[in-house]
């Protein structure tokens, strides 16, 4: 069978190269395979830190993927030889004042209805776990079953298969013009052009500062004065910072706001980041749907030779999720049906 990803983002090359695995020919097209989401994205595997109110229905979906991400980490790493920052520490939830630790609260009573595991810790619990955490530290949480991964990484490990990958000259928005017996769109927010599917850009801003030696081990997820952060330490001294969430179409721009709205949170909770370099500012596109799911499944009433199948609209989780959607679309191409419970994502709900 030839099938022809649209997309050489993070969640197309995984379902490419695991249909590359069970045997299938594979061809990913994409016009600029750099200039997807998954080049900003943080790499937080956290089904309970990123568990959002009203998104119930997805985090079976998020929980079944976290289950199969330490397989997927192990098998891409043996067969490329390239490392993934893979690691396994957890996420630390973290308030600056009394009405953040509140708010932070009524975050971990959430996580735990959602049967999430997560334990309340103190200010100084939570500074013996990273000793850099500002003394005005209220209290917080350990998600323990969060990890995380460098999509950067991940990104090289997955471009280095041996999967044909057409740099075609513009974007695909026509399936029917392609060849393939298969076809599979995963091209992000520009999954809207191809099928009609509400996916909608929402940007995100981020930084990444670069110190001597990583000032933390968990990632932390904060609140000071208000204000939500993230912060995820790599092994090589590099700290991400991030992200904002804003409904500015296509918008790419870094804003002096947009710095600013996470370096003043980031450095309340973690003094030290003022004294870290400044080595890149960025901003990118998540893809999200109306109810914040993917869309995942087969595309009825399509014109063309192919079969066409998506899987995007991931916004917020598309590292997370990669694994279980290459198991799904996989099987579904090869067998025409999966045993992953895809019942919050139905391209139904939309069409």
């Known amino acids: 069978m030839k099938v022809g990803v649209i997309g050489g983002g993070i969640v ?30 943080a790499g937080m595997l956290a089904p309970t830190a990123e568990t959002a ?140 052009a191809v099928t009609g599917l509400p996916v909608r850009p929402v940007k995100g801003q981020l930084l990444r500062l670069r110190g001597p030696e990583p000032l933390l081990t968990h990632v932390v997820r904060g609140v000071a004065l208000g204000r939500h952060v993230y912060l995820v330490p790599r092994a090589d001294g590099e700290l991400v910072v991030g992200a904002t969430e804003e409904e500015r179409g296509a918008d790419t721009t870094v804003t002096a706001g947009g710095v600013l709205d996470l370096l003043r949170p980031a450095a309340d909770l973690l003094p030290g980041v003022a004294e870290l370099a400044l080595a890149e500012t960025l901003a990118g596109l998540r893809p999200g749907t109306p109810d914040n799911a993917p869309v995942i499944g087969r595309l009825e009433g399509t014109g063309g030779p192919g079969t066409v199948f998506v899987a995007g609209g991931h916004y917020r989780h598309g590292v997370l999720l990669a694994p279980v959607t290459a198991h799904a679309v996989a099987d579904l191409v090869t067998k025409g049906s999966t045993d992953v419970d895809l019942s919050a994502c139905g391209v139904s709900r939309f069409t």
Not at 80 to 88: A, F, H, V
Request: hydrophobic share 40%; charged share 25%.
């Open 53 to 192: 109110f009203g998104e119930e229905a997805l985090q079976g979906l998020m929980l079944d993927s976290m289950r199969r991400w330490p397989g997927f980490a192990a098998e891409l790493s043996a067969a490329t030889g390239m490392p993934l920052g893979y690691r396994t520490e957890g996420t630390l939830l973290v308030a600056l004042t009394e009405d953040d630790l509140t708010e932070v609260r009524r975050l971990v009573d959430y996580y735990r209805r959602a049967g999430t595991p997560v334990e309340p810790l103190a200010g100084r619990a939570l500074r013996e776990l990273e000793p850099m955490l500002s003394p005005r530290i209220r209290g917080g949480a350990r998600a323990a079953g969060d990890h995380q991964v460098d999509p950067r990484l991940l990104l090289a490990a997955l471009r280095s298969q041996r999967l044909p990958i057409r740099r075609v000259q513009k974007d695909v928005h026509d399936p029917s013009s392609l060849r393939d017996d298969v076809i599979i769109v995963a091209n992000g927010c520009g999954m809207a």
């Open 12 to 41: 197309g090359l995984s379902v490419a190269w695991e249909l590359a695995r069970r045997g299938e020919q594979v061809t990913v097209y994409d016009a600029d395979p750099a200039r997807g989401a998954g080049r900003v994205a």
